[in-house]
């Protein structure tokens, strides 16, 4: 008979136990393994925003501008489902099976991008790259924060998500080799699909050797398997560290066992109990999703349209965003553990948002060339890249351990949707008029979100630095 039907209730020290380690390298082969999945999603986004003139060209697919956009919110459409569909089957059935399923989704979608013959198919095969991708967010992001030492969680958790820009980087540069004459255009910006394709397969080879999440399995009532894992990685840890591990902290949580997290429950949750956090969450998604798609879906577009560069020269454009948002987070994340969350979180959404506003008046009347504008931007990305890695840390640490996954799902898809899948639309449109004002208004909603996300954050953000995630939300499972 399973353990799970022997007991009604565990009593567990696992979180305990996994919270007291000290950083190690097998939590850096854990990263190597699941951080991988923001890198992919860079490179596809900066992949796409590079190609953009290419595609429009009669080397490419011939699209228009708002198809171009379009595409792009297609990806994000299919994102948005494949969020909600493996978040959900993600809490239901384990962080393993779908971070498994999800990479092998995305790996062979977007190796057919490459094999597009025209609008239809492109966009068909971007809608299932994003299914990938969105699934990922949701397994990802739960599996790693539970694993993760909690003293350790902010600083790890930004640079993990600030990932993103070094595939963005790669994207970029990849771009660059493909379309200056490495392979003829005609054919390179197929190739450039593939690189986001094969690299997802050999990440798929290493997940194979990641556990299940200890901290999901004592809900299901698989201690011992729990503990069989816990004491491998404790083991591991061992080996590479001097002295003795300290001991676990705190009492013992007891568990209540069930198979899975009824739906009724999970809403009642969100807008009952947790109402507030529920907005919170809400607010900073919204805010650095609208900023985030508005500027680098189309920025490849923008320089385009108003400052005449060649599609050639598009991706060396997108490069020093990159750079600068992953540096963001590398340089502010451990602030986030030192400091605190509610003041870091406060500082960059604010910052961000006061930054994006100081170029509207210039960029609306031409008073910023290229690289000024360039170099604006990469300004605001170094801090507002932190902003936007802080908003899934957020809704991963806020939310019980049944429903963590499907609430990074939820709130990603309302975020996405809001405000990821209407910026490039409003965008595409947007420069379509051929008006510095029109974009220029765009991004001063950007602006005005992101400040919005500051005010949120100061008056009901919530403190987690240094917590173990059950104390930050007790488990909706707890038996006291």
Known sequence: MPHSQKQDVVETDIPARLDRLPWSRW??????????????????????????????????LKLTDTEVTGAATTYLAGAVFGALLFGYLTDRLGRRKLFLVTL????????????????????????????????????????????IPGKLRGTVDLVVNGTFWLGAT?????AMLLLHGLLPQKTGW??????????????????????????????????????????????????????????????????????????????ANMVGENRMRSVLAIVLMVSQSFFFNAVFFSYGLVVKRFFHVKDEQLPIHLLPFAIASFLGP???????????????ITI??????????????PFAHGSMGTMGVGIAFSVVFFIASSAASAAYLTVSEIFPLEIRAFAIAIFYAIGTLIGGVGAPLLFGFLIETNSRLNVALGYALG??????????????????????????????????
């Open 330 to 344: 590398v340089t502010l994340g451990r602030l986030f553990d030192k400091i605190g969350r509610k003041p870091m």
């Open 190 to 267: 197929r190739y450039a699909f593939g690189i986001g394709g094969s690299l997802g397969l050999i990440v798929l080879i290493l997940r194979l050797f990641v556990p299940e999440s200890p901290r999901w399995l004592m809900l299901r009532g698989q201690e011992d398997k729990a503990g069989e894992i816990v004491g491998k990685i404790e083991g591991d840890v061992q080996q590479h560290t001097s002295g003795h591990l300290p001991k676990p902290e705190g009492d013992k949580l007891k568990i209540k066992v069930r198979d899975h997290t009824p739906l009724k429950e999970i809403f």
């Open 104 to 147: 092998a989704t995305y790996s062979l979608a977007t190796i057919a991008s490459g094999f597009s013959w025209g609008l239809f198919s492109f966009s068909l095969f971007r809608f299932f790259t994003g299914v990938g991708i969105g699934g990922e967010y949701a397994a990802i992001n739960s599996a790693v924060d539970e694993l």
């Open 27 to 60: 939590h850096m082969r854990i990263l190597t393994a699941l951080g991988t999945s923001w890198l992919l999603d860079g490179l596809e986004v900066t992949l796409v925003g590079s190609l953009s003139g290419i595609l429009e060209s009669s080397n490419g």
């Open 447 to 480: 602006a005005v979100l992101m400040i919005c996300g500051a005010v949120c954050e100061h008056f009901i953000g919530i403190e987690a630095a240094g917590k173990g995630l059950e104390s930050i939300s007790k488990p909706l499972q707890s038996s006291s």
């Open 348 to 361: 960059c959404y604010g910052a961000a948002g006061a930054l994006l506003a100081a170029i509207v008046f």
């Open 170 to 174: 790669a994207g970029s540069i990849a």
